[in-house]
C-alpha cells in the first residue's frame, strides 16, 4: 500500500500566498515523478507542476512564474510553493506520484485525497 498525505490548503487573499506538502509512506521501493494537479468546479484537472528524481521540472502555463515545486527524496515529501495566488487558482490540489511498490513490484501512479485552495478577490 503507498499513501500520500496533503496538507498546507486553506484560504487566502488574492496576492498571497501558500505551502503545499505531500508526504508518500508505506510500500515504497522507488519514486520517480512527483507532481500537482489541479481541479476547478466544472474543469477538468489539470497539471499544476512535476518534478522529475532528477529535479527536473515542468508547469503548467497558467502558474509558471509564480509557483515554484521542490522535492526531499529522502522524505519522499513533494512541494508546491504559490506565490501571486489568484482568485482562478482556486480548486482542489491533488498530489500525484508515479512510484514502484515493494508489495506490487509494480510501477504506477497514486493520488492524494486533495487539498483544497480557495483565493479571495
Known amino acids: 500500500q503507498v499513501q500520500l498525505v496533503e496538507s498546507g490548503g486553506g484560504l487566502v487573499q488574492a496576492g498571497g500566498s501558500l505551502r503545499l506538502s505531500c508526504a508518500a509512506s508505506?510500500?515504497?521501493?522507488?519514486?520517480?515523478?512527483m507532481g500537482w494537479y489541479r481541479q476547478a468546479p466544472g474543469k477538468q484537472r489539470e497539471l499544476v507542476a512535476a518534478?522529475?528524481?532528477?529535479?527536473?521540472?515542468n508547469y503548467g502555463d497558467s502558474v509558471r512564474g509564480r509557483f515554484t515545486i521542490s522535492r526531499d527524496n529522502a522524505k519522499n515529501t513533494v512541494y508546491l510553493q504559490m506565490n501571486s495566488l489568484k482568485p482562478e487558482d482556486t480548486a482542489v490540489y491533488y498530489c500525484?506520484?508515479?512510484?514502484?511498490?515493494?508489495?506490487?513490484?509494480?510501477?504506477?501512479?497514486?493520488w492524494g485525497q486533495g487539498t483544497q485552495v480557495t483565493v479571495s478577490s
Open positions: 518534478i522529475t528524481s532528477g529535479g527536473s521540472t
Open positions: 508505506g510500500s515504497i521501493f522507488s519514486i520517480n515523478a
Open positions: 500525484n506520484i508515479y512510484a514502484r511498490s515493494r508489495s506490487i513490484g509494480e510501477w504506477n501512479n497514486y
